[in-house]
């Protein structure tokens, strides 16, 4: 079993950054594969970034690439997404999750854990 827990997110303005932190507790983080979502309201829940178990692969939706990085710290069992360049569209309840694979993948049904979310409100 593997714990999640999303920090990080806030109110700001469009073209500021944020950065959110996923602190991972219980099996071995460092074996799992680890990607961010979020969801609007709404709407459903979309794919943002993934990075695999070694953090030498990453994968970007079209809709941030260039502007968010993920990101990994096994010593602190914790996956970082910096944000950059935020726009109002990026507003959001941002979910970590984890994947009992080395590899990652964009599909949200393919990971094992989640937490609980952390809301990213961009203002125009």
């Known amino acids: 079993q593997v714990q999640l827990v999303e920090s990080g997110g806030g109110l700001v303005q469009a073209g500021d950054s944020l950065r959110l932190s996923c602190a991972a507790s219980?099996?071995?983080?460092?074996?799992?594969?680890m990607g961010w979502f979020r969801q609007a309201p709404g709407k459903e829940r979309e794919f943002v970034a993934a990075?695999?178990?070694?953090?030498?692969?990453?994968y970007y939706a079209d809709s941030v690439k260039g502007r968010f990085t993920i990101s990994r710290d096994d010593a602190k069992n914790t996956v970082y997404l910096q944000m950059n360049s935020l726009k109002p569209e990026d507003t959001a309840v941002y979910y970590c999750a984890a994947r009992s694979s080395r590899v990652a993948v964009t599909v949200s049904y393919r990971y094992d854990y989640w937490g609980q979310g952390t809301q990213v409100t961009v203002s125009s």
């Open positions: 219980g099996r071995t983080f460092s074996g799992y594969a």
């Open positions: 990075i695999n178990w070694s953090g030498g692969s990453t």
